[in-house]
């Protein structure tokens, strides 16, 4: 009877943290769907006094302070580096955020970014072992392959499906409309969220996955075909580099070179076969006759580097770019357009607006992240391996996507960072023990 009296104060706490973590991931879970599938969300929660997506998120929130409040064994301080990059970055875009100019149009940007930074580093204690971080990898294959159906039914009956914004439904390229598939986001950033969905079904395919395998490929390729449709050039350059990165896996196999040059003659055979749309898409590189929104781009890059000139140390301020876009000093700027518009390259962006030591910051937290992933794909153990190996290929991808859009606010870019982040903890405790 006294051996009972001791022991079960003690069960308690660890039972209600087992309670806690299931809420906590379950939210977490929910989050990582409903980012990408955030206009089936609003579909869902019309009616409703707060959307799926606002829910979710005090979810997540709520029980991942919960969760520290509880004696739980399993968080440790091990592998911190990057969160202290990310934290750093946070804290130096508040203090340019006071040293701007237009403070309110700031504080807008800087609480949603404070707000996806934090949802996203909710991964780290939440997702202690690679059992849970495979269950929400999968978790994110599954939502892009219900955004890649979407993406697939809408293109070939022209029709929208669950996107209502005007930002979803209007986008086009020589007449032909662009599909955002469960998104409320523009075309591109959709494909870009959907991008990452296809790279983990990829990375855990490649990596040795064995359960659901026939799902991944089937999901990968369908993936694949959605991208294609979607006609979005930065994330079939993501997907070309996640899925080399992807094929170093084997760099040191017999047939390795085999396996890179089958994948060129399948890329360059199935050229004749992809959509005129993109076929068109890529011939425009470098054309502006034939993609006027060249002009735009370059003039985003023009006057990002003229910004950074004037304001050297600490940038211009987050979310202060596009009213500086507007400015009577760029009217005559080739390409320029009447209504705010944001520099679409994330990294000189960062640059503009957060200074050359928030781009740093930011830059190093990336870097770091990728590294961890790597250091895990190296992992003795096989299920931390290929979560590793996932996560590094997933960042990568949106890595090389973010050349060519505003992302450093993007939830999805902030929740890749933190599972690799993650992967890279996991890693570090493992060679500890």
């Not at 943290?17 to 929910?30: D, E, M, S, T, W």
């Not at 955002?180 to 591109?188: E, I, K, L, V, Y």
């Not at 957060?354 to 190093?364: E, H, K, R, V």
Request: net charge positive; proline share 5%; aromatic share 8%.
């Amino acid at each position: 009877m006294s051996s009972l009296s001791l022991t079960e104060p003690a069960r308690a706490p660890l039972a209600d943290v087992v309670v806690v973590r299931a809420i906590a991931l379950g939210a977490l879970i929910a989050y990582a769907v409903f980012t990408q599938l955030d206009a089936v969300a609003n579909k869902l929660s019309a009616s409703l006094p707060l959307s799926i997506t606002e829910m979710t998120l005090g979810a997540l929130i709520g029980s991942t302070f919960l969760l520290f409040l509880l004696p739980d064994p399993q968080l440790r301080g091990r592998g911190t580096m990057g969160v202290r990059l990310v934290l750093a970055m946070l804290c130096w875009a508040t203090f340019a955020w006071t040293m701007s100019e237009h403070v309110s149009e700031g504080r807008v940007y800087l609480t949603r970014l404070a707000t996806n930074v934090v949802a996203a580093l909710c991964v780290l204690p939440i997702v202690s072992t690679p059992g849970r971080m495979r269950l929400l990898l999968w978790s994110i294959v599954g939502a892009g392959a219900v955004s890649a159906a979407i993406v697939i039914v809408e293109g070939k009956t022209g029709t929208r499906l669950v996107s209502t914004a005007v930002a979803a439904t209007t986008a086009g390229f020589e007449g032909v409309a662009r599909s955002a598939g469960g998104s409320d986001q523009n075309p591109t950033t959709a494909a870009q969220m959907l991008l990452v969905s296809v790279l983990a079904a990829i990375g855990l395919l490649l990596s040795g996955e064995r359960q659901g395998r026939v799902i991944l490929a089937g999901i990968a390729g369908m993936g694949v075909l959605a991208l294609i449709e979607t006609s979005a050039r930065s994330a079939i350059l993501g997907l070309g580099a996640g899925t080399g990165l992807a094929m170093l896996r084997f760099r040191r196999e017999r047939f390795f070179p085999l396996m890179v040059v089958a994948g060129v003659v399948a890329a360059v055979g199935a050229i004749p076969f992809l959509p005129p749309t993109l076929i068109d898409r890529f011939t425009a590189i470098g054309n502006f006759a034939q993609d006027p929104t060249l002009f735009r781009r370059v003039t985003y890059l023009r006057i990002g580097l003229d910004l950074i000139s004037q304001s050297p140390l600490w940038g211009v301020g987050p979310g202060n770019y596009p009213l500086y876009y507007v400015t009577a000093a760029y009217r005559w700027m080739p390409g320029r357009e009447p209504v705010p518009r944001e520099l679409h390259n994330t990294y000189l962006d960062a640059a503009t607006e957060y200074g050359p030591i928030g781009f740093l910051l930011f830059a190093a937290a990336l870097g770091v992240a990728l590294y961890g992933a790597w250091r895990a794909a190296g992992s003795p153990t096989p299920a931390l391996a290929r979560t590793g190996l996932t996560a590094g290929v997933m960042l990568a991808g949106l890595m090389v996507a973010c050349f060519f859009m505003p992302h450093k606010d993007l939830r999805y870019l902030w929740l890749v960072v933190a599972i690799a982040l993650q992967c890279g903890r996991l890693r570090a405790e493992e060679e500890a023990t």
